[in-house]
């Protein structure tokens, strides 16, 4: 059943607290819509006992310029992420969970304190922590290495990986598979290379994007499209960023590549005995390779490159695929090297 409760409407959602008893008649109460997401309705709920909420509700379509459907079931899928990332993420780095809606399919976690920032705002002013970088690493690392020892209790509950197939390979590595012929065979082999291995807990949206710093600790956000699967994913995603913002921003090029393979090199000394991660530095690579290209070609292209940058970035892109550089390092100054040479 759906209501056709409006979470960005104040009146309305005040009004749903009251009803359903998790705020008192009595209690004023503040909402806020929060930005910054695509895919949710976002509102901050400030209590006047201070244990203030953020209340996410799915859109069924995402607000994005492409028609672009999913859905709102999803909601329930980052509720699950959110009960288990406590348990297995270092402590304090994701927001507990308050209560679940499936009437309205709607979530409620608890809010991160201000003053906090996104950390995809640091970035792009040229702000890299390398204490940040550790933090980002560490917190991916525990994921995926806890999350593949508790394999048992995680898989039937992450499991179904539809959300991650139609809101991740389909629109990044399928469409772009369609749009860049010359990249067709790598992006159809990385779709059966990833739906091939089924080893641990995937974020799915591992960005800079999704984390909050508050007091210099990176808080994590956003798990709709966790699921149990392929890790590389969640390294080629994020490192990215990194490569991505190191070709926007050139007087800050060395600082991010060298943050790039600070990530890398944390991540992998944490996972290097895992029986899963043998031939992680290919798979990284091809990874990284496939996303850098999705994300200037694909149904969700990063907003602060042009399309100058957006060119440059996918012919780099497409000479490297022809013969990927051996380990992460190898791919961010070769990737630089290549951008250098076309700018
Ligand atoms: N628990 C929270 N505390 C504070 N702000 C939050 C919280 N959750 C979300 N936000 C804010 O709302 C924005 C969108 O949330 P996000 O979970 O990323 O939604 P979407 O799925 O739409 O991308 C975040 O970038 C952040 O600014
Ligand atoms: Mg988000």
Excluded: C
């Amino acid at each position: 059943m759906d209501t056709g409760l409006d979470i960005e409407n104040s009146a309305q959602l005040i009004a749903y607290l009251v009803e359903t008893g998790w705020i008192d008649t009595a209690e004023s109460a503040s909402t806020t819509v929060l930005h910054g997401g695509v895919s949710n309705k976002t509102v901050l709920v400030e209590r006047a006992n201070g244990d203030d909420w953020v209340l996410k509700q799915a859109l069924p379509k995402l607000r994005v310029q492409v028609d672009w459907f999913s859905p709102v079931e999803r909601v329930h899928r980052e509720a699950l992420g959110l009960r288990w990332l406590e348990r297995i993420a270092p402590p304090g780095t994701t927001t507990p969970l308050v209560f679940e809606d499936f009437d309205h399919h709607l979530i409620a976690m608890a809010a991160v304190p201000q003053p906090h920032e996104n950390w995809k705002q640091q970035l792009l002013r040229g702000e890299v922590e390398p204490d940040h970088v550790e933090q980002f690493a560490t917190l991916l690392g525990t994921i995926h290495r806890e999350g593949a020892r508790r394999r048992g209790e995680l898989e039937p509950v992450f499991g179904d990986r539809g959300f991650f197939e139609s809101l991740r390979l389909e629109p990044y590595f399928g469409f772009t598979a369609s749009e860049v012929p010359e990249a067709r065979r790598f992006l159809l082999d990385l779709i059966d290379e990833t739906r091939a291995h089924i080893e641990t807990l995937v974020h799915g949206d591992y960005s800079p994007k999704n984390i909050l710093v508050h007091d210099d600790r990176l808080i994590l956000l956003d798990h709709e499209v966790i699921h149990f699967g392929d890790p590389t994913f969640d390294l080629g995603f994020s490192m990215t960023h990194f490569l991505s913002k190191a070709h926007h921003l050139p007087e800050r090029r060395e600082q991010f590549v060298i943050a790039n393979n600070a990530y890398w090199t944390r991540y992998r000394s944490m996972v290097a005995d895992e029986p899963w991660a043998d031939d992680l530095d290919a798979r990284a690579v091809r990874k990284t390779l496939g996303v850098m290209l999705a994300r200037v070609r694909g149904r969700s292209p990063l907003e602060y490159l042009d399309e100058t940058e957006r060119s440059r970035q996918a012919d780099a892109i497409v000479t490297l695929m022809a013969d990927p550089p051996g380990s992460i390092p190898e791919l961010a100054s070769a990737f630089i090297q290549h951008i250098s040479g076309l700018e």
